[in-house]
């Protein structure tokens, strides 16, 4: 890591990600968990700069994102989100009941450790999630070795669903799972503004990294079209595009969209914040 990052990891956070996806230009991030630890710093204000990059080199944990902070570095999602909300005192999830904070566990399990997964099995192990999700990898790379690069990364992504459980199944059944996953958010979302009150906590992250990873690209068109049948979902994703990434809501088919599932005008999502 270069000595002119480490300086400015002691006056801000250094946020490593995947380059974004040019082929989807409403969607933050291919990853849900870049989308979600993003959304976690554009929320909270905290002064950061992103690197974009295949290179894993730092990262504690091979994988991304991670961050770089007073020339130390942190990684895994969830880790980084409780570490940072610490150290700043932002007071996520104490407000929750342990009824809720039981609640908000399990569906934040849900949405990393099953549907999530779901997802990436279309994307990397179904022909038609392929033909997309290839380019918009790995289209940056050199082209001699764009292929053995992407051949390599299935390879280990297909072992990995398999070790997981997941990729021992045909997709038309990881489909009907993931499809109870997606009724069960939407019915717990319900109306409220986020998925345990009306207030943000740590879960809403996580939805937040799901559904703007997933909604707004082509790579998982049969996940995309279970979620797009929940108006509550699509206008959760159109309020965090809006106030949290208002650079890719710029799009004139989020007002349509909007329109056609009946979504009022989102709210600022600054009002759920904690104090």
């Not at 290179?55 to 880790?79: C, E, M």
């Not at 342990?98 to 099995?121: C, D, M, S």
């Not at 289209?139 to 292929?147: A, M, S």
């Amino acid at each position: 890591m270069s000595d002119e990052l480490m300086q400015e990891s002691e006056d801000k956070i250094i946020f490593f990600q995947f380059p974004r996806d040019e082929t989807s230009p409403r969607c933050p991030n291919i990853s849900a968990f870049c989308v979600k630890l993003e959304s976690f710093l554009r929320w909270s204000k905290l002064p950061y700069r992103t690197v974009e990059s295949f290179d894993f080199k730092g990262s504690p944990y091979h994988q991304y994102p991670y961050i770089l902070v007073n020339r130390a570095y942190d990684a895994d999602s969830t880790d980084v989100i409780a570490h940072l909300n610490t150290k700043h005192s932002l007071h996520l999830d104490e407000r929750l009941t342990n009824e809720q904070k039981g609640i908000a566990t399990a569906f934040q399990r849900v949405i990393e450790n099953h549907l999530y997964p779901g997802v990436v099995y279309e994307r990397w192990c179904t022909d038609e999630g392929w033909k997309t999700s290839k380019p918009a990898l790995f289209g940056t790379l050199p082209p001699v070795i764009r292929d053995l690069v992407a051949w390599s990364t299935r390879r280990g992504i297909r072992n990995s669903l398999k070790g997981h459980g997941l990729g021992r199944l045909e997709f038309e059944k990881v489909s009907e799972r993931v499809k109870k996953d997606i009724q069960g958010l939407s019915a717990q979302l319900g109306d409220k503004t986020y998925l345990i009150d009306d207030r943000i906590c740590t879960v809403d992250f996580s939805l937040m990294g799901l559904l703007l990873a997933v909604l707004y690209t082509d790579h998982s068109p049969i996940i995309t079209s279970m979620l797009k049948e929940h108006p509550n979902l699509v206008a959760y994703a159109e309020r965090a595009l809006k106030n949290l990434y208002p650079e890719y809501a710029k799009s004139s088919n989020a007002k349509a969209q909007s329109d056609q599932a009946g979504i009022e005008k989102p709210e600022d999502i600054d009002k759920g914040k904690d104090e």
